[in-house]
């Protein structure tokens, strides 16, 4: 029998890649652009053309988990804090993402900050809520 919420296997490996691979990129983008580390390997195009392709993946493996995932977690009463966060936190990094493209040029700045440190505690959250493991409260009297 599965778990109230659990996803097929298929479904959380490609909602981990998609995640991962996303913040794997904005941080190298970040150390690259931002931090001056490794600029012209980093903090090339190149890298921030990765970010935007795997942000579009990591949306794709959040959609496709919002359906059943989010409202079984909901009725488990576990880690709803951790998941309903991930949810704030990644429609921040989405509105900030399309406001870094279609944005005006005078909020750039403080949008790129929002971005990467919510980028940034999210990927912290997004760990937490995937790896660690609750205690299972026993409904029998």
């Known amino acids: 029998m599965r778990q109230l919420g659990k ?3 298929w479904q959380r490996a490609f909602v981990m890649t998609g995640m991962l691979a ?9 150390l690259g652009h931002e931090f001056q580390i490794e600029r ?4 090339n195009h190149l890298v921030l053309a990765g970010h935007g ?11 496709s988990v919002l359906p059943f995932h989010l409202k079984a977690g909901y009725q488990s009463k576990r880690k709803r ?13 989405l509105i900030s993402g399309g406001m870094l493209y279609y944005g ?10 929002l971005h990467w440190l919510t980028g940034l505690v999210f ?4 760990i937490f809520h995937s790896l660690a493991k609750w205690p299972r409260t026993s409904s029998k009297i």
């Open 7 to 9: 996803m097929p296997g």
């Open 104 to 113: 005006p040029a005078e909020l750039r700045e403080i949008t790129i900050q």
């Open 40 to 43: 012209a390997l980093l903090g």
């Open 22 to 30: 996303c913040s794997v990129t904005g941080s190298a983008y970040l």
């Open 53 to 63: 392709l795997t942000a579009m993946l990591a949306c794709i493996a959040l959609g």
């Open 81 to 93: 804090f951790s998941g309903f966060t991930q949810l704030g936190f990644l429609l921040i990094l």
């Open 123 to 126: 990927f912290v959250i997004f």
